[in-house]
């Protein structure tokens, strides 16, 4: 098939989306596929890379939303570029401008949408409504409902990464096929045996902890709908002076969390190291003892099966989508409250070594699920579906 990825977010960029995209397309040409990602970039003109497998629309970006670029929907000279493509199936990954740019080309040109919902928008409300008047909240989330509602049943299949957002766009009154489809990752890239062990213990040093210290790490964008709040005041309760927070990565309210972390006092506990190169990112998981996160807003979360792929255990906040993925006390735990966070750090520092190892042999079995070359073969019949 000759696949068209429409995403408003792809690589230099990392986030969630990025990396789903990144994955798909590399998959689903090891299948023998023909894959091409439309997208944007800070620019004017259109560019492509890679021999025009990659197409870059004009877009202006928004630094307030963390780097991300606008497009608008109408382009006046790319259609010629995507008719040239000849494609079986576009796959809508986003709703902005690059995603409805490319629902007007699959009218126009009649080839099939496959659309997926990658978040869950109903907890980004903040973003609009600072001052968090009910009545804003209550219309947004309205809107939103709405909206997803309208972009699902204009496509021909949809693709929920988790019981939790086929529910989710059940409620909205989505009437067209859903199907769920964990998004992949390339879990070579977390294997501990193919990471260089020096830098692992590198990046600890760094940070100046020793064998003592119990550290655990948050990996995703620094936003407050992630919740990093929660983990940060646990640590504030916990005197224990061996326990510590990495938060890594960037985002809109980093400023926020380091002016959190001095209020309670805990800047010498919890450790900011800002952006960090995609390539690197393995080895922060690898780094440190358990990975946490304390968000309810995601809808499958590829940082849990990213450090679960590295044999990271899992401190996550109790949610749906996490029914298939987190076993108690086997490859981690959940939690509801900050006293159930500091109890689920306490048995992981009481464990042996024999406890812990089969611990994150068991994260690395879990992670097994979501391989690169399942999230293919899944997303292929669902285009076959389409």
Not at 65 to 94: C, N, R, W
Not at 185 to 192: A, K, Q, T, V
Request: charged fraction near 25%.
């Amino acid at each position: 098939m000759r696949i068209g990825l429409f995403t408003d977010a792809y690589l230099p960029d990392i986030n969630g989306v990025v990396s789903s995209v990144a994955t798909l397309k590399h998959a689903l040409e090891e299948l023998g596929h023909t894959v091409f990602i439309i997208t944007n970039h800070k620019g004017v003109k259109i560019a492509e890379d890679e021999d025009g497998h990659i197409l870059r629309l004009p877009g202006l970006e928004i630094k307030k939303f963390y780097g991300y670029k606008m497009s608008s929907p109408v382009q006046f000279t790319a259609d010629a570029y995507i008719e040239k493509m000849d494609l079986d199936v576009i796959h809508i990954q986003t709703e902005a401008g690059v995603g409805m740019f490319g629902r007007q080309m699959a009218k126009v040109l009649h080839i099939p949408i496959v659309y997926t919902y990658h978040t869950m928008y109903e907890d980004y409300t903040h973003y609009f409504n600072p001052l968090e008047f009910d009545s804003v909240e209550k219309l947004g989330k309205s809107f939103i409902r709405a909206f997803s509602r309208v972009l699902a049943n204009g496509s021909q299949a949809v693709i929920a990464p988790s019981e939790k957002t086929k529910q989710a766009l059940i409620q909205y009154g989505v009437m067209a096929p859903i199907y769920i489809v964990p998004t992949g990752l390339d879990l070579s890239e977390y294997d501990r045996k193919n990471l260089d062990e020096t830098r692992v213990k590198r990046i600890r040093e760094e940070l100046g902890f020793s064998q003592e210290d119990h550290i655990v790490v948050f990996v995703g964008r620094i936003a407050k709908e992630k919740a990093i709040e929660i983990p940060i005041e646990a640590i504030c309760k916990n005197k224990d002076p061996h326990l510590h927070l990495v938060i890594v990565g960037g985002g809109t309210d980093m400023e926020y969390y380091q002016d959190l972390a001095k209020k309670y006092n805990v800047e010498n506990r919890v450790h900011f190291t800002g952006k960090i190169p995609k390539e690197d990112i393995a080895y922060y998981y690898a780094a440190f003892d358990c990975f946490v996160s304390a968000s309810l807003s995601e809808t499958q979360g590829m940082t849990y099966d990213e450090a679960l792929a590295g044999g990271v255990p899992l401190l996550c906040r109790k949610d749906d989508c996490l029914k298939e993925v987190v076993m108690e006390g086997k490859n981690g735990w959940q939690y509801e409250n900050e006293s159930m966070y500091l109890e689920c750090i306490q048995k992981w520092k009481e464990f042996s070594e024999d406890e812990k190892r089969r611990m994150r042999n068991t994260a690395v079995r879990t992670a097994d699920q979501f391989s690169k070359e399942s999230f293919a073969k899944r997303v292929e019949r669902v285009y076959l579906a389409a």
